[in-house]
C-alpha cells in the first residue's frame, strides 16, 4: 500500500517535469498517448484485476466517452470541461445497464457478452448515419479554446498536462477504492463467493462498482481523445484498442495499481519502436503476450511483489508451492 | 432488549426438510440453540449435517420448514442476509483468499464494520478513517488471539491445514457473529492439533463468541467443547441431549457402530 502510494507520487513527479525538459512535440505525443493508455489500462485493470472477470468489451467505454464527447462538443458547442466529465458520466450510465446483464454471467460467457456490446455499439455507429456520421466519423471536435493562439507545442504541453491531471484523477479513485472496504469486498468476491457471502457481502454490488467505475475512467479516456485527435470514428470500438489495453494490463500485472501504468509506457513505447517492422510487430506482441502469460502469470508487478516477498524471509520454503499464488 | 427475548433460544429450527429430487437430505428437523450455548452436531459422513448448515445459512433454500434467528424469520434469505444479521459460517471444504495474507484474509472479514458509501471511499471522513483503523486493529487481534500471530503476514497458500482451520475462525470472528456455525473446524487435524483447536474454542467461547454451533466428527472434542449434542443419521434427528446422554444412547450407538449380534 505504501509502496504503491510513493512509487505513484515519484512518477507522477517525473511526469510533471517531462514537457518542461522535452522540446520536442513527437515524445510529447507519445507521452500523452502513455498517460491516454495509463488511463485505459487502470479502468480495464479495476475489472479484469478486481472483479476478476475477463472483459473483451472495455472498448465500449472508451467509445461511448468518445463519441458523447464529440457529440456535445459538435452539436451543442459545449467546452472540453464540460464534456470530458459527461463523457465519463454517459459511459458510467452505460455501465450499469451493461454490468447489470454481464456480471451475473461467469468466465467465457462474460467474455462473450462484454464482446457482443462492444461490437453491437460499433455496428451502431458505423450504421446511425443520422446521428454519428457514420462511417465518416466525427471530425473538427473543437479545441479548448484556450489553444486559439498557442504554438503546437504549447498545445501538445496542455495536452500533457490535461492527461496527466486526468491520470491524477483515475488513478486517486481507483486507489482509493482499492485499499478502501469496497475493493476488499471486491477482492473477496473474486476470490471466493462462498466467504464474501458468509461475512455479509452482496457479491453483485461489489462486481458492479468495480464494474462502473472502470466505465467511467474509460469513458474520461475517451473524452479526452475525442478532443485531442478531434476525429471520432467507429473504430474506437474496434478490438486493436481492446487488444492494446490487454496486452498492458497483461504485461504490468493485473490486480496491482503500478503494474498497468508500467504496462501503458511499455507497450506504448515499444509500438513506436516497432513501427517499422509495420505487419511483424503484431506477431511479436502476439509471441510477448504469450510468453508473459506462461512465465510470469501475474505479470511484470507479480513478478516483483514476489521477489520482495521471498527475499527477507523464508527462501527455502518451497518454490514450487509458490508457484500456485494468485489466479 | 426486554428479559423475555433475552430467554427465548437464539436460533430455532423447526420441521426443517430439503430434498434434492428424490433424495431426502434432511427431514423434519426440529431443534434450538440458547444463548451462550455451544451446541454440537454429529452424526456418521452423509447423515445431512452439511445439508442442514446450508439450509439455515440460506445457501440454500429448505423445501419445508422455519428457521428462526433471533425472532426474525430468515428461512431462505440471502446467505449475505443472514450474515448481517449476527449469524456466520464457516465451511467443511477450506474456504480462505488464497493470495491474500493472513491479515488480509482477516480484514476482509471486518466487511461489515467498516461498511461505507462510496462517496467517503473516494473522499474519506474522519469516521471512515477511524472505522478502518479499528478494523485492522481487530483484524490483528483475531490473528494473534487464534495463535497465527507469526503468520500475520504469510499468504495464505503457504499456511498448513491446521494454520487454515485457525484462519477460517479468524474471518468467521472478524464479521462480530451473535452465532458462529462451524462446519468441520477440525477435519484433517491430526488428535494433537485437534486438542489445541478445543483449547482455542473455549477460550473464543469466554472472548469473543458465546453461542456457538459446531458439526465434527471428532468425537472427543464435540464431547469435550458442546453443553448439548444433536445426533443425525440419514437426514433425521436421532437423538439430543447432554453429551454424556447422547453417548449412552442405545440408537446412537447402533448409528456409530452398528446393531449388536442378538
Known amino acids: ?327 | 432488549m426486554n428479559p423475555t427475548q433475552q430467554d427465548a433460544p437464539l436460533l430455532t429450527v423447526e420441521g426443517l426438510s430439503k430434498t434434492f429430487g428424490g433424495i431426502k437430505a434432511v427431514q423434519e428437523i426440529d431443534f434450538q440453540v440458547n444463548r451462550g450455548e455451544v451446541f454440537g452436531l454429529i452424526g456418521p459422513n452423509g447423515a445431512g449435517k452439511t445439508t442442514c448448515f446450508n439450509l439455515i445459512t440460506g445457501f440454500y433454500t429448505p423445501t419445508t420448514g422455519r428457521v428462526t434467528f433471533q425472532g426474525h424469520d430468515i428461512t431462505g434469505q440471502s446467505p449475505y442476509r443472514i450474515a448481517r444479521r449476527g449469524l456466520v459460517r464457516s465451511f467443511q471444504k477450506t474456504n480462505v483468499l488464497k493470495p491474500l495474507t493472513v491479515f488480509e484474509n482477516v480484514l476482509a472479514g471486518h466487511y461489515l464494520s467498516a461498511r461505507q458509501s462510496l462517496l467517503a471511499t473516494f473522499f474519506p471522513t474522519a469516521p471512515v478513517r477511524a472505522a478502518e483503523r479499528d478494523a485492522r486493529d481487530n483484524a490483528a487481534r483475531l490473528v494473534t488471539l487464534l495463535d497465527l500471530g507469526a503468520r500475520m503476514d504469510t499468504p495464505a497458500y503457504r499456511l498448513s491445514c491446521g494454520e487454515l482451520r485457525l484462519l477460517e475462525v479468524a474471518v468467521a470472528l472478524a464479521a462480530r457473529p451473535t452465532l458462529l456455525m462451524l462446519d468441520e473446524p477440525a477435519a484433517g487435524l491430526n488428535s494433537q492439533e485437534a486438542m489445541r483447536f478445543g483449547g482455542i474454542l473455549k477460550r473464543l467461547r469466554r472472548e469473543q463468541v458465546p453461542s456457538i454451533v459446531i458439526v465434527e466428527h471428532n468425537m472427543s472434542l464435540v464431547m469435550d467443547v458442546s453443553d448439548r449434542v444433536m445426533v443425525m443419521d440419514f437426514g433425521r434427528k436421532l437423538a439430543e441431549g447432554k453429551p454424556a446422554e447422547v453417548k449412552s444412547n442405545p440408537q446412537v450407538v447402533e448409528a456409530y457402530l452398528g446393531r449388536a449380534r442378538a
Do not use: C
Not at chain 1, 473538427?140 to 498536462?161: H, N, T
Open chain 1, 1 to 327: 500500500m505504501k509502496f504503491e502510494r510513493n512509487t505513484l507520487l515519484v512518477l507522477g513527479l517525473i511526469a510533471l517535469a517531462f514537457p518542461l525538459l522535452v522540446g520536442n512535440q513527437y515524445l510529447l505525443h507519445i507521452g500523452i498517448m502513455v498517460l491516454l493508455y495509463a488511463v485505459l489500462a487502470t479502468s480495464l485493470n479495476l475489472i479484469v484485476g478486481y472483479v476478476g472477470e475477463f472483459s473483451l468489451g472495455h472498448t465500449a467505454f472508451l467509445g461511448l466517452g468518445a463519441y458523447t464527447a464529440a457529440l456535445l462538443s459538435l452539436r451543442l458547442g459545449l467546452p472540453a470541461w464540460a464534456t470530458i466529465p459527461l463523457a465519463g458520466v454517459v459511459s458510467a450510465l452505460f455501465g450499469v445497464v451493461i454490468g447489470a446483464i454481464t456480471l451475473r454471467l461467469r468466465g467465457p460467457y462474460f467474455v462473450i457478452i462484454t464482446l457482443a456490446f462492444a461490437e453491437v455499439l460499433r455496428l451502431i455507429a458505423n450504421n446511425w448515419v443520422d446521428f454519428t456520421n457514420g462511417p465518416m466519423g466525427l471530425s473538427g471536435v473543437a479545441q479548448p479554446a484556450l489553444l486559439a493562439d498557442a504554438s503546437p507545442l504549447m498545445a501538445k504541453r496542455f495536452y500533457f498536462y490535461l492527461a496527466l491531471g486526468l491520470t491524477a484523477v483515475s488513478l486517486y479513485l481507483a486507489y482509493r477504492f482499492v485499499y478502501s472496504n469496497n475493493g476488499r469486498a471486491a477482492v473477496t468476491v473474486r476470490e471466493n463467493r462462498f466467504v464474501a457471502q458468509s461475512v455479509g457481502i452482496r457479491p453483485f454490488v461489489y462486481a458492479m462498482r468495480a464494474f462502473v467505475l472502470g466505465a467511467f475512467l474509460a469513458g474520461l479516456a475517451g473524452g479526452f481523445y475525442a478532443h485531442y485527435i478531434t476525429f471520432v470514428g467507429a473504430n474506437v470500438f474496434g478490438f486493436a484498442f481492446m487488444v492494446s489495453m490487454i496486452i498492458m494490463v497483461l504485461i504490468g500485472g493485473k490486480g496491482t495499481l503500478i503494474g498497468p501504468l508500467l504496462g501503458a509506457l511499455l507497450v506504448t513505447l515499444l509500438t513506436e519502436y516497432l513501427r517499422e517492422l509495420q505487419e511483424l510487430r503484431l506477431s511479436l506482441f502476439g509471441l510477448i503476450v504469450m510468453a508473459v502469460v506462461l512465465f510470469l502469470p501475474n505479470g511484470l508487478m507479480g513478478f516483483l511483489n514476489h521477489r520482495r516477498e521471498r527475499n527477507p524471509s523464508d527462501a527455502a520454503d518451497g518454490a514450487a508451492r509458490a508457484q500456485g499464488g494468485p489466479a
